[in-house]
């Protein structure tokens, strides 16, 4: 089973742009759907984005559409979000998550593997 660590958060103004990645411990990496999640106060999580283990389809909330990116590199073990266009309202903790499934969940009920999170702020 993989680890995963988030990494890349931070403050940012609106309209500014952030990276997150997420490290993965494992050798079978490559074999999981990926995904990313967030939870801002008061809220219940929600699903941003997520890619297929092979990198060949990707999903976004419609929320995320066209401003944010999910890549993943398998040789180094790696999930990346790049956000742009930030808005106040994508502040959040955002969770990287892990599916071994070749079907790409966008249910957080879909992973049972999750990072620590890593905090998104957006100032207006």
């Known amino acids: 089973q993989v680890q995963l660590v988030e990494s890349g958060g931070g403050l940012v103004q609106a309209g500014g742009s952030l990276r997150l990645s997420c490290a993965a411990s494992g050798r079978t990496f490559s074999t999981y759907a990926m995904g990313w999640f967030r939870q801002a106060p008061g809220k219940e999580r929600e699903f941003v984005a997520a890619i297929r283990w092979t990198g060949s389809s990707t999903y976004y909330a419609d929320s995320v559409k066209g401003r944010f990116t999910i890549s993943r590199e398998n040789a180094k073990n790696t999930v990346y979000l790049q956000m742009n266009g930030l808005k106040p309202e994508d502040t959040a903790v955002y969770y990287c998550?892990?599916?071994?499934?070749?079907?790409?969940?966008?249910?957080?009920?879909?992973?049972?593997?999750w990072g620590q999170g890593t905090q998104v702020t957006v100032s207006s």
């Open positions: 998550a892990a599916a071994h499934t070749s079907v790409v969940p966008t249910s957080l009920y879909g992973y049972n593997v």
